[in-house]
């Protein structure tokens, strides 16, 4: 299984960005997918997740101004960042705890997108 995600970039404060990430590879199902981010000297943090059924979990941080969605048919999930901040300055992971089997599930990571916010 592998993740790829993308739309990172460098933007100024207040503007807006979207990630997205890609599940590829042989398993029967996701369940839940997620962003985390980590700045530099900093550990990483969950920034958002979804469930397959649509439910969400924000960061306090970000809920005023991030959304996270996903396709299920194209096994992707996004992360809509608007007003940007300084602060939001950080590598962007997903996540994916896929079921690879009956009662075989696992954890995958995307290799990261660099999102950098100018003040």
């Known amino acids: 299984v592998q993740l790829q995600a993308s739309g990172g970039g460098l933007v100024q404060a207040e503007e807006s960005l979207r990630l997205s990430c890609a599940a590829s590879?042989?398993?029967?199902?996701?369940?839940?997918m997620g962003w985390y981010r980590q700045a530099p000297g900093k550990q990483r943090e969950l920034v958002a997740s979804?469930?397959?059924?649509?439910?969400?979990n924000l960061a306090d941080s970000v809920k005023a101004r991030f959304t996270i969605s996903r396709d299920n048919a194209k096994n992707m999930v996004y992360l809509q960042m608007n007003s940007l901040k300084p602060e939001d300055t950080a590598v962007y992971h997903c996540?994916?705890?896929?079921?690879?089997?009956?009662?075989?599930?696992?954890?995958?990571w995307g290799q990261g997108t660099l999102v950098t916010v100018s003040s």
């Open positions: 979804i469930t397959s059924g649509g439910s969400t």
């Open positions: 590879g042989s398993f029967l199902s996701i369940n839940i």
């Open positions: 996540k994916a705890n896929v079921r690879l089997a009956w009662y075989n599930y696992a954890d995958f």
